[in-house]
């Protein structure tokens, strides 16, 4: 087929505005009415593979975290013939996909960005919204404003990476093409952020290669959507595969097959340890090393000098620790606080949460909702349940939970007297956080226990008017967080100005939102080409 060929120059990534959804405003009133409409109707989600719809005997009810008596609908559960025929479509798909010129595959995630922006706003974060508790502003932040942000610049650092050319020699040139990896790669993707549930499969394709997608059941009734998005958008059939499966039946098919390529991978620690134990136990199977990418736990921090405005670390404890009911890898878990300061925060912090209002999501008025699960209920009940026991702590606000009609946590304020508590050392997941008070000349002390306290590294923050102090704190905290803010809360990160991800036991800091990222999902080749070449063996050392 005879082609045209260009040196081609995407549209400049900007970050998609963020809306308000205050009072009033046309954008509140056309997202309430997306979910009364959604409410009214009961789905039955299919898996997608090959392009075909699935469904199977087998269906789940999906039900809102916060308004259990309500089903939205139900899920195929797909089994082991289910992922066998994913990867095998993925693999007939492979060879188009992978020679489609770059522009095509850029312009279909280019196109789904503006699906997003466009016509599949409101319902992505309605979805986000009902399947997921998650008031507006954080759908709108995460289903649409980072999901359209992740493709717009993924497509930017795609062309970024192809760009990049090794320099050549007189009489030779050199080229360096990045080929997808040989196989398949599986993405397996969180509850918590659907634009994380978008992105590990859509960055995968981007870059030419076939993909596996399992989300997590509880996030399927917004994957559903971002499937749609994809499909309309024109994503060929087989590129992106979504099965509803276990993760051990997912994991028994994927990571025993020669073709498995890698996996692109955001939930817990101990998930994603035994993954890399399975992948290592089975190196001889696979036809090349997989790429391991993952971001995983998090016990994330804020550090407060006794120069701190206490409205501001008052502001980012309560919008870092309780914004989507502290369910985000980076929510803010243990405070350090300066005691100069501690009453005034504590003062504020109180007053905050006073003001908070706890409910249904379709209450715009509510900055609370519910958390994800029963299973996610009853650990954090049973930790704040243990802290009403321990001595040298004491519960200031919060510390009741009621699972009657959805999975309501208050939000929680821990004081604790022991910078070595369990909930000071623990991923709780949840709208606790856990305070402790330092003396004010004990700084730098207080730094070494934040870096030493935890296993994980994946964010914190430092909030000082004392520039030497942040100076400190950026230096002895190096390791201690992958995303380190200074006079803000830990959370929030925007792709292509924060790039996201930790190390130690919170991921391989692969830095989701940036072309770090992509980069792992090519394997580089590179072409030298002699226009002349030599026609004698001899060099001239040779002569005498």
Known sequence: MASSFGFFQVPSPENETVRSYAPGSKEREELSLTLQQMQSVKVKIPMVIGGREVFTDEQVRIRQPHKLSHILGSFSRGQEKHVEEAIKEALIAKEAWENMHWENRAAIFLKAAELIAGPYRNKINAATMLGQSKNAYQAEIDAACEMIDFLR??????????????????????????????????????????????????????????????????????????????????????????????????????????????????????????????IGENIQLYRSYPRIVGETGGKDFIVAHGSADPIVVATAISRGAFEFQGQKCSAASRCYIAESIWPQVRERLLQDIAAFQMGHVDDFGNFINAVIDEKSFDKLASYIDQAKQDSGVEIIAGGNYDKSTGYFIEPTVIVTMNPASVTMCEELFGPVVTIYVYPDDAYEKTLKLVDGTSVYALTGSIISRDRYAIETATEMLRHAAGNFYVNDKPTGAVVGQQPFGGARSSGTNDKAGSKLNLMRWVSPRVIKETFVPPRDFRYPFLDK
């Open 153 to 278: 610049y993924n497509v930017h650092y795609m062309t970024e990476i192809y760009r990049e050319q090794p320099v050549s020699s007189p009489g030779t040139w050199n080229r360096m093409e990045q080929r997808p990896l040989e196989g398949f790669v599986f993405a397996l993707t969180p509850f918590n952020f659907t634009a994380i549930a978008g992105n590990l499969p859509s960055s995968v394709a981007m870059m030419g290669n076939v993909v596996v997608w399992k989300p997590a059941d509880t996030q399927i009734y917004s994957a559903h959507v971002l499937m749609e998005v994809f499909r309309e958008a024109g994503l060929p059939p087989g590129v992106i595969n979504l099965v509803f499966v276990s993760g051990p039946v997912a994991g028994k098919v994927i990571f025993s097959h020669p073709d498995f390529a890698g996996i692109h991978f955001t939930g817990s620690t101990g998930v994603f340890q035994q993954i890399w134990k399975t």
